[in-house]
């Protein structure tokens, strides 16, 4: 069964740093594009930031460019989310996702998603 798993969440505070991994199980990642999406409460999901399966391209949403950065490590199943000068506005649940295109960063793309996991920018 295809499975993706998000850790490295937690409580930071402003202008702090977090690393998210997202870890799959089931299948191999090599094959799949893969994003980051985040959704505060009472607001949609959004793209953050989408990788394409061989690693040689990645797209940011405004919001999180020059503070965030995609990377992924096919031998170890992994992709992760370098998330550096967090402020209050990123707290949200974060989501990975896994789809075979490497199209538009947006959750309508994507058809493999894993849990969320919580992240807290706060003093």
């Known amino acids: 069964q295809l499975q993706l798993v998000e850790s490295g969440g937690g409580l930071v505070q402003p202008g702090g740093s977090l690393r998210l991994s997202c870890a799959a199980s089931?299948?191999?990642?090599?094959?799949?594009?893969i994003g980051w999406f985040r959704q505060a409460p009472g607001k949609e999901r959004e793209g953050l930031s989408c990788?394409?399966?061989?690693?040689?391209?990645?797209n940011y949403a405004d919001s999180v460019k020059g503070r965030f950065t995609i990377s992924r490590d096919n031998a170890k199943n992994t992709v992760y989310l370098q998330m550096n000068s967090l402020k209050p506005e990123d707290t949200a649940i974060y989501y990975c996702?896994?789809?075979?295109?490497?199209?538009?960063?947006?959750?309508?793309?994507?058809?493999?998603w894993g849990q969320g996991t919580q992240v807290t920018v706060s003093s």
């Open positions: 996702a896994a789809s075979r295109l490497f199209r538009l960063c947006v959750r309508a793309e994507y058809d493999y």
């Open positions: 089931g299948f191999t990642l090599d094959y799949y594009a």
């Open positions: 990788i394409s399966s061989g690693g040689g391209s990645s």
